[in-house]
């Protein structure tokens, strides 16, 4: 039933934030290794990572990621149950962007944004 599906999701996100985690530690491990010793003229990133939950199955994740050539990269995701929409924002260091947007079981970006508001209000 519903239960069993939202224990299952919970367990999913779990999964979803330990291999994050993992992979966090794993850049934090590169920017580290990067370009301590090399007179400046190393490559340097840097990253964070946030999450949070709300009741009901609503959920956000947001990235920022930027490194020595410039480049940036900011990542955010939203999730009410089996819905999602992940809008991916990247800078190149000449200055162009490029903007992806993804839904999953969306039809109206808008009215889902304005529900994930709603619920995002009602709970935290």
């Known amino acids: 039933g519903l239960g069993m599906m939202m224990q299952m999701m919970g367990e999913m996100h779990r999964d979803m934030m330990g291999a994050m985690e993992q992979q966090m530690m794993a850049m934090d491990g590169m920017e580290q290794g990067g370009g301590m010793g090399s007179g400046g003229g190393g490559s340097m990133m840097m990253s964070s990572t946030s999450f949070s939950m709300g ?16 480049r940036e990269e900011v990542m955010m995701e939203r999730r009410i149950g089996d819905r999602a929409r992940r809008v991916t924002r990247q800078r190149m260091a000449g200055g162009d962007e490029e903007t992806e947007d993804n839904s999953v079981n969306i039809t109206d970006e808008e009215q889902f944004d304005r529900e994930f508001k709603n619920l995002q209000r009602g709970g935290l």
Not at 58 to 69: A, L, M, N, Q, Y
């Open 55 to 70: 009741p009901g199955g609503v959920t956000e994740v947001k990235r920022h990621v930027r490194d020595g050539s410039g």
